[in-house]
């Protein structure tokens, strides 16, 4: 148990950062320096203000910024060996500088290693843990979730939940949810998280990954429509390394409930009884982020209405394989689209 309390300390510690920066709208993950020199007048390149710091959100097809390995996401840190910290800082310092050579220094944010943070902000590391949540879920056969299940199920979500108090507790998580289309195959996912507060007699903490089958469209849909869903008291706290709960409800409003079923796989000790309370909302920022798209929504994203981007290939080839082994028709990923946007940099 005091390995695992100092395994969640240091997982509390490492993600600190990364919460600090969600809040704010900024990239999160593991940070990398990057340093590129320009020969060429045209850079290539596209930088947008996320989160107030200059990002680059679209490079030119074959243009020097793609040939010198830049990827979407990468922040501009400086310029010309001059630091810039806020994005107009960026587009100032590229446009007094036509003389070339050009450094730009740049921190490149990606997918964390290991063990996945408590609060994640990134859609390509919620797409590695629902992964792996799905494996640990059909590695157990007397709690995990039934191929006949999953076969039927209209939608999936993924969560990574986290409770801790004493007297006064606090719940949060972070996740997932995909749709089964039409057509067959599975949609791009969407970024959702869960908060809430309970009081009574408590103590303790614990982390517990929970899989969310949708039955119904109008589960679905709850997930879909934005605003925030309301989850039954049985996705509360499980005694022991692990917990199952085979039936709970889901609803936008509490007169349109949508029948789920929950399973849950926890590690950590919560004791006492408490009044359980969550919602669980749609992360636009986080899929703003991912997908490069300014107000792009989970009901686009869950309808197919964008395709998904390469990162969530490993979660998405894991559904398919499924329902190929249950003989439900599986149609291919169609593959992301060439990004296109006017340049001012070009």
Known sequence: MSSWLSSLGDTIKNSAEDLTRGVQGKE??????????FEGSALGLTVSDHGGEGVLSALAPGGEAERLGLKLGDRVVAVGGAPTFKYPDVVDAIRSRPDRPLQLNLERRSASEGQLGLVTFRLDE???KAQRILAKMLESPTTGPRRDVLARARGLAFLRVTKAGFAFSARFG????????????????????????SFGF???AQVADFLVVLNTDAALRSFSEGGAVSLGAQLGAVAGPIGASREASVAAQPSAAAPVFTYSLSRGLFAGVSLEGSSINERNSVNERHYQRVGVRA???????????????GLLSALDALDAADGAVVSPQPAPPAYSDNNPFS
Do not use: F, K, N
């Not at 009901?299 to 290939?313: I, K, N, T, Y």
């Open 202 to 204: 408590q103590l303790g």
């Open 28 to 37: 999160t993950g593991r940070a990398e320096s990057v340093v590129v020199t």
């Open 126 to 128: 919620e797409c590695d």
């Open 299 to 313: 009901s686009e994203l869950l309808q197919g209405l964008v395709p998904p981007r390469p990162e969530a290939r």
């Open 174 to 197: 972070t996740g997932l949810v995909v749709a089964r289309l039409p057509r067959g195959g599975w949609s791009a996912p969407s970024a959702i998280g869960t908060v809430g507060a």
